[in-house]
């Protein structure tokens, strides 16, 4: 027992080394081919033949044969086995490529074939059905119907349940062909009180929270019209006469209901009383203050009595017409509140008279920054006047008297026909 195992150690180590050597034999140009079987594994009896398609002029030209245009073809008694095109390409384009080697157990050399190759994906067709017609693809319905069969034959209860729901809540297209006349009679019959487009587009004007403005107006001056914003009648009562008196821009300033606006008090700064315009401009410039110092008091309940003083500056007809359109009287109450419409509404009004005294391109950060609002915000209520929010040309800048540093700052630009923003749609959950 002993000298046997001896004898397999020294057959063992009488074994030649293994080494690794490039195959310079010549194989032809193909060579040994690799196949990968996805589905069915043919015997190994099975004999597999090698055919190349025709080759292209630049092939020709290389001499070099590529592996994708090769067809490995195989059968038995009961399949046929050929390359699959689309999934051969799809491995080429993979960038994987595998080198085959050759051992000799004897020699104990490795010959390693020199060029490397791709797979080739093989298919299968059964010869016994290759002689039956291709049926055709099952219809939505057919589809649906073998489900539910499955579906009630081996189905869970709640499937059943769910099929069942599905069976009640089908319309019947062909019932419903000799009522549709009555039914198509009855929606229009529920339609007659529903508004149509124009109507909902006036009803929708009528209720944004701005000034009364012209859709057909052409020109930027006569979307909001100046007596729509203040009414005719305050404007005649508002005096600046003590502008006219004022030796300085401080008497000026403290002429104001609001004196913490710079952009007010930078275009106040500008303007003096020798034009009709500017007087005009500062009348504006007047009513804002007073709108601004109105916002300032709406924050708390409002106090009449108190108003007045703080308005004195304008006119009582003035801080009445306030009240009335921008502040609500609580049921049993003294005090005016104003609430969140009506202080949007009244942002709208000083935007307005904003876009007057700025040529219709006001700058939003400046006023963002009086009102304590993120610029945004500003922006937002500009755009609800049909502002496009933008930054002016050279040509604009011309036009209005700004400097070139104002070339980088965002304005409100108005202009006409007015346009306003569209509602916004929402997503559709999933």
């Known amino acids: 027992m002993s000298a046997a195992v001896v004898n397999k150690k020294r057959k063992r180590d009488s074994s030649p080394e293994p080494r690794f050597v490039v195959s310079t034999s010549s194989l032809g140009k193909t060579g040994p081919l690799l196949v990968s079987y996805p589905a069915v594994s043919p015997p190994q009896s099975t004999h597999f033949k090698c ?83 291709v049926s055709a693809a099952p219809s939505k319905l057919q589809y649906l119907a073998a489900k539910n069969a499955l579906g009630e034959t081996f189905g869970t209860k709640k499937q059943k349940a769910s099929i069942r729901a599905q ?7 062909s019932a419903m062909e000799g009522v549709m006349n009555y039914v198509m009679d009855s929606i229009d019959k529920g339609a007659e009180g529903l508004m149509t487009a124009e109507e909902t587009k006036e009803a929708a004007d009528s209720n944004r929270l701005i000034p009364p403005f012209s859709a057909e107006a052409t020109d930027p001056a006569d979307i909001y019209p100046l007596h729509s914003i203040i009414p005719e009648a305050e404007w ?22 609001y004196q913490r606006s710079s952009w007010v008090n930078e275009h106040l700064k500008n303007l003096d009383t020798s034009t009709s315009k500017n007087k005009k401009n500062i009348k504006i410039l007047l009513y804002i203050s007073a709108l601004l ?40 109450q003294t005090s005016f509140q104003m609430t969140t419409a009506t202080g ?32 945004t915000q500003v922006n937002d209520l500009f755009k609800s006047l049909g502002c496009k929010i933008t930054k002016l040309s050279d040509k604009e800048r011309a036009q209005l008297g700004l400097a070139a540093s104002a070339a980088e700052d965002k304005r409100a630009v108005l202009t006409a026909p007015v346009e306003f923003p569209k509602p916004r749609l929402r997503k559709k959950n999933k």
């Open 51 to 133: 055919y190349a398609r025709k080759k292209s002029k630049t092939e020709a030209e290389d001499g070099k044969e590529d592996q994708r245009n090769l067809l490995v073809v195989g059968e038995t008694k009961a399949v046929e086995f050929t390359t699959n095109d689309e999934e051969t390409q799809k491995a080429a384009d993979s960038g994987c490529r595998y080198l085959i080697a050759v051992h000799n157990k004897r020699t104990g050399e490795t010959s390693l074939i020199p060029s490397s190759k791709s797979p080739q994906i093989l298919s299968h067709t059964v010869k016994a059905l290759k002689s039956l017609p």
């Open 167 to 173: 069976e009640r809540n089908r319309i019947d297209v």
């Open 236 to 257: 005649k009562a508002l005096s600046i006469a003590p502008f006219d008196a004022a030796s300085d821009m401080k008497q000026k300033k403290a002429m104001l209901p």
């Open 293 to 332: 110092a109105f916002r300032q008091a709406g924050f708390k309940p409002i106090d009449k009595e108190k108003l007045y003083e703080r308005l004195s500056a304008v006119p009582s007809i003035t801080v009445d017409s306030f009240l009335n359109r921008f502040a609500e009287q609580p049921r049993g």
């Open 344 to 375: 949007t509404n009244l942002l709208t009004h000083i935007f307005a008279l904003c876009l007057k005294v700025d040529g219709f391109a006001t700058n939003t950060k400046v006023i963002a920054h009086d009102l304590s609002m993120p610029v």
